[in-house]
């Protein structure tokens, strides 16, 4: 099996900026999709980037042209550059990966790391 460790993390002042990495290790053959998502207190869940194997990307809206995903395939890292934070953006960030194992025993599935936790605030 795999897993996928966040790190990047922090309080930042609004107008700031962070750079968050997720590196997956274990077992694996190769990484399809990749995406970062967020929960703040009391929300649910939310897709903020996505970035596919080809380097495809989408974002939400309320991200679009302040955030970056971005991806190194070598070293099974994705990366989530965010410019110009809002308090709004503060929540817990999960890397989120398609997992190709390397056994057909293994097969194919979506695994999702711990999180690390992003503050905006003055």
């Known amino acids: 099996q795999a897993q996928l460790v966040e790190s990047g993390g922090g309080l930042v002042q609004p107008g700031g900026s962070l750079r968050l990495s997720c590196a997956a290790s274990g077992s694996i053959f190769s990484i399809n999709d990749m995406a970062w998502y967020r929960q703040a207190p009391g929300k649910q869940r939310e897709l903020v980037a996505h970035?596919?194997?080809?380097?495809?990307?989408k974002y939400a809206d309320s991200v679009k042209g302040r955030f970056t995903i971005s991806r190194d395939n070598a070293k099974n890292t994705v990366f989530l550059q965010m410019n110009s934070l809002k308090p709004d953006d503060a929540a817990v960030y999960y890397c989120?990966?398609?997992?190709?194992?390397?056994?057909?025993?293994?097969?194919?599935?979506?695994?999702w790391g711990l999180g690390t936790q992003v503050t905006v605030s003055s």
């Open positions: 970035i596919t194997s080809g380097g495809t990307t």
């Open positions: 989120n990966a398609e997992i190709v194992g390397r056994t057909w025993r293994e097969g194919t599935y979506n695994l």
